[in-house]
């Protein structure tokens, strides 16, 4: 993996590029220069810009300022069609192909080469298609079959497919956003296998992930965003994991709420060799156990999609788990549906408050009773008391500082996002439960309501109560945890209290770094 | 002129040249301006007419009556232009239709005939379509489209016939039975779908077409084997004391039988108004209809919900049969599925699928049908019109959604400039 240090042409020059969405500025006047023929990595957290400024080298965005320069020539990339009409292509995290297509037909679709059959009637040459798709296939290394369907290929060939694609249209920059997320190990190895051979053919690669080995194991330089903002660029060979770790996640902490816990006591739930999988048989959450005690919060670190969601749905009773136990005090929960879990003392604060924590097309004071509805003062023997929801909802609405157009009656779809949360948490609250688990309880809230939240959780641990919280921001994590769980692929990687790790062991922890240095 | 005479004649053929362009590109800027006058007038009026909708249809509190209405009004302005075109008088027809249904008086009486036994037979007719309607609109709380209803209908009034209808019990025990027989059956049929879907992850659209033919055909073979009427072709009819008509009562001059269902289902559309917004079960089916994730994190069964609800549906939709077969037609006729199954998904939706919108619903479609041969014999057009009125208003009751989203859509653009206008000035 020798990179010659000569000079070597500008490909790819981004100058100032900023891009806003309301009330966030996503990329923050990035620069970058990407030479010809190098791998470079851009890394950060969720929410950092990455896909934000791969979009906008794609098309699929428009800067609202700076210049993006393709050769030295300044470009205006207002589509993907224009991008590739560039040499520029793009492997999406998830991919666009058409199911029920082969892979040569997927392939040469919208390019598709044409001939005319005795002289007059046009057909698609997916013959000649086939042939140069093989060749391609071999000259890169890519093992695929054009005249394979794509719903009998597996996850690592279908990535084949959109490389292919891009080499087919003749690319000379490849954008990959995390392309490794949703492959084993071992496609992995193979994956960067292809992306080193694409260099040694001549071509150029922006590599989009949050995983710091796969960056050392290939890549040129690497940029480093945090929070929109260009942290640092470097050589790989002049730096460490360590070191990027730091960046990635060394920014200020901006808000701080942090208050000790006062005093931690017997255990709440025990969660024992727990193992879930997903309808493939693929474990989500592999052999993981914890325990969460009462005026504790138990926070679990980790990137997207490293099972986190799984363990909060399966302890609060949506997912049954394929083996291990989960205990909440003395009593086994593994066998008992979702209303014995409310019941027997959890609280649950969903990720995706608009589609599971909330019925949108619902009043608020029906879905403020939404996990009681059955029970009295809402219901006797079958019939619902509508004063009883009102009441309830106009009590919640002024404690939990609720706002909302039209009172108890009002419909929750019409709410803000903030407002949808606070009526979320104040409901699960007000269930005195022994544990409560929140799940990104504070994405995509302004600040003020995030504020807000966060001092419910410490209120609501300083009252005694076992707290889970999990959270993709590590600003979180690091500012309300007492305890720290990190996860990284299903696995339950380290457990310590929040005093005995730093924000960037825990950073290198979410990227799947044991090592120490 | 010095200066032009200067010019060589090449360069005085480009001055020309340019100057004639010139002209052309204002005479084209002036054709564009024009144009542009006449695309700021079309806005402007399409601006007003917009607001104008808005203000009259886009209270979203009285969209369900407002919308309907529209749709209504609509189609009797469309099918006025088509009678007119026909060469008749659309007031005619109306008044045709609604004499006919008995609404208003006809000009003469037959013999045994007046208006009251026009009412009555209209009740006669509107009562398997309200139940076939209340049915659709139980499953579409909980988010399913029973298109099943004419299969219940069947296996109800099959059973309710060869069960209660060829026994010998008298009136007053045989008539209620038949409704609670019917219900069953149908409940039955209707659990069957529910079942299918949570057991097995059937759609329910496919599954109850697939057993609608089922329904039929078996029934059609037991039929045949064993109860046809060979005079009639049809099922052999239910005795006089099941069929669920009353005796003949006195009415000054004449006498009419009184349908039994029909305060039955005028009771179960308050009935199941009440279920649907105030008890528990009513409360879980909604919440399953829209949004089974968070019905399933509110600890409600989805799938004892949902055969709830198609028993439930499939139950209403055997009072469609047994008031079907029984009343409103002699007997069953076998190989045929009852259009009213159909139908009565139709008028659930002009109904705007609310228990008690059913029942205008109903009334409105059961007028046109059942003042429609009278409408022919008076209005000088042919009795189908009635039917091409149901077509069309159910049409615009189906463009319904579309309004109103357009509607919203408009509003919120609206809305939105004014905020950026207050914007600018402050």
Known sequence: MSHNEQHKEILLELRNVTKHFPGITACDAISLEIEQGEIYAILGENGAGKSTLASMIFGLYQPDEGQIFMRGKKVHIDSPNKA????????????KLISNYTVAQNIILGDEPKKRALGVFPYVDIKSAEDRIEQLSKDYGLEVD??????????????????????????????????????TPQEIESLLTVIDNLRSQGKTVIFITHKLDEVMQVCDRCAILAGGKLVDVSHIKDTSPAKMAAKMVGRDIEFSAKRPSKQIEETVLSVQNLRVEDSTGFPRVDDVSFEVRAGEIFAVAGVSGSGQVELADTI???????RGKVMLKEQDLAKLNVRKHTESGIAYIPEDRQSVGLILDFALDQNLALRSYYQTPYCKTSLLNQKAFSDHADKLIADFDIRCARGAKTPVRGMSGGNQQKAIVGREIEQDADLLIFVQPTRGLDIGAIMSIRKRILDERDKGKAILLISLELDEVMDLADTIGVMYAGKMLEVAPATDLSMTKVGEYMMGVTAND | MTKQSKMSPEEQRLEKLQEQSEQKRRRRDKDRNVLQELNRALDAATRTLTKGLIRGFGNERWQSLTIPLLAIALSLVAISILVLMLGSNPLNVFTGILAGAGWIPKPSYGGGQSQLTDLISLSISLTPLLFGALGFVVAMRAGLFNIGIAGQMVVAGFAATVLVGYSDLPALIARPLVLVVGAIAGALAGALIGFLKHRFNIHEVVSSIMLNNIFIHVASYLIKANHLNHASRNMNAASAEARLLTEPVQFGEVAARLPVGFLVAIAMSFILWLFLTKTKQGFEMSAVGKSPKAAQYAGIKIGPTIVFAMALSGAMGGLAGVTHYLANVPAMTPDVLPALGFDSIAVAFLGVVHPLGAILAATLIATLSSGAVYMGSVAGVRHEVASVITGLILLFTACGGFLRAWLDNKKRSFADDENLKGGDAS
């Open chain 1, 84 to 95: 590739v009409a560039l040499d520029i292509g793009m492997v999406h995290q998830h991919f």
């Open chain 1, 146 to 183: 054009p005249r394979a369907t794509i719903s009998k290929i597996g996850v690592s060939t279908q990535q084949r497919v959109e490389i292919l694609k891009m080499l087919y249209r003749d690319a000379e920059l490849l954008i990959f956003d995390e392309p490794t997320a949703m492959l």
């Open chain 1, 316 to 322: 609060a009773g949506l997912v049954r788990p394929k």
